[in-house]
C-alpha cells in the first residue's frame, strides 16, 4: 500500500504559469520528499523537508508540510515546458527505514 | 563518480523463468533498496539490504529475493515469473547509517513478461 496520496493524479498548464501539486499521507513521519521522474526513467530527488520544517525552498520549488493535517505541497514557479514529469511525493515512517511513495502527480506543461 | 548503475536495461522472459536484475550503488553508498513500478503508478517498496542483510521488506511475495555483496552491490532475483510481473524495477542507493535522506535512483531494468 501507498503511503503518500498525491492530488490531482494530472495537471495540465501552459509554460510561465505555477504547478501545485499536493500529497497527504497516513503515518507520524521523519520527513518528506519529492521527487520527479521522467517518462520511464529513474527519479531524481528534488527536496527534503522534516517534520519540524513547514517550508522550504529550492530554486523555482517551495514545499510546505503541514504534519496536524498529514498533508505537503509542491509549487513549481513559473513552469517550462521541461517540467512535464511525473512527480511523487515520498515519506518514510517514524523509525522505519523504508521511503514510501505516491501514485504520484503527472504535470504536463505546454510551449 | 558514477552514479547508480542497473542492469540489464530491458529483458523479455516468459511466465515461469526466472530473473536476476542487478545493482551497483552510488559510491560511498552501503543501503540498496529495490521498487517495483507498473506503469502508471508510484514505485513499490520490495524490500532494503544494508550490511548485506535484508533490513525491511515490503508486501511481496518470496518469489522475490535478494541479495547483497560485500561491495555494496545488489541483485534482485524474481523467481517463477508471472504476467503480473511485468514492470520497471528501480534500485536506489543511499548514504551510510541508513535510509533517512535522499535516495539515489538508477535508471531501471524494465521487465517484460510473456
Known amino acids: 500500500s501507498q503511503q503518500g496520496e498525491e492530488d490531482p493524479q494530472a495537471l495540465s498548464i501552459q509554460e510561465g504559469e505555477n504547478a501545485t501539486m499536493n500529497c497527504s499521507y497516513k503515518?507520524?513521519?521523519?520527513?518528506l520528499q519529492w521527487y520527479r521522474q521522467n517518462s520511464g526513467r529513474g527519479l531524481v530527488h528534488l527536496i527534503l523537508?522534516?517534520?519540524?520544517?513547514r517550508e522550504k525552498h529550492s530554486g523555482r520549488l517551495r514545499v510546505t508540510l503541514d504534519t496536524s493535517k498529514k498533508s505537503s505541497s509542491l509549487l513549481i514557479t513559473a513552469s517550462r515546458a521541461a517540467d512535464t514529469a511525473s512527480y511523487f511525493c515520498a515519506t518514510i515512517n517514524t523509525g522505519g527505514f523504508k521511503t514510501i511513495f505516491g501514485a504520484g502527480t503527472r504535470l504536463f506543461v505546454k510551449a | 563518480d558514477a552514479g547508480v548503475t542497473q542492469s540489464p536495461t530491458h529483458l523479455i522472459k516468459t511466465r515461469g523463468q526466472q530473473v536476476t536484475l542487478r545493482c551497483s550503488p552510488k559510491?560511498?553508498?552501503?543501503?540498496v533498496s529495490w521498487y517495483q513500478q507498473a506503469l502508471g503508478q508510484g514505485p513499490q517498496f520490495i524490500f532494503q539490504?544494508?550490511?548485506?542483510?535484508?533490513?525491511q521488506r515490503g508486501n511481496f511475495p518470496d518469489r522475490f529475493s535478494g541479495h547483497q555483496f560485500p561491495n555494496y552491490s545488489s541483485e534482485l532475483n524474481v523467481n517463477a515469473l508471472l504476467l503480473g510481473d511485468s514492470a520497471l524495477y528501480l534500485c536506489?542507493?543511499?548514504?551510510?547509517?541508513?535510509?533517512?535522506?535522499?535516495?539515489?535512483f538508477g535508471e531501471g531494468s524494465r521487465l517484460t513478461v510473456l
Open positions: 523537508i522534516r517534520s519540524n520544517e
Open positions: 536506489a542507493s543511499s548514504l551510510p547509517h541508513g535510509n533517512t535522506g535522499e535516495l539515489f
Open positions: 503515518t507520524s513521519i521523519n520527513n
Open positions: 559510491s560511498g553508498h552501503d543501503t
Open positions: 539490504y544494508y550490511e548485506e542483510e535484508e533490513r
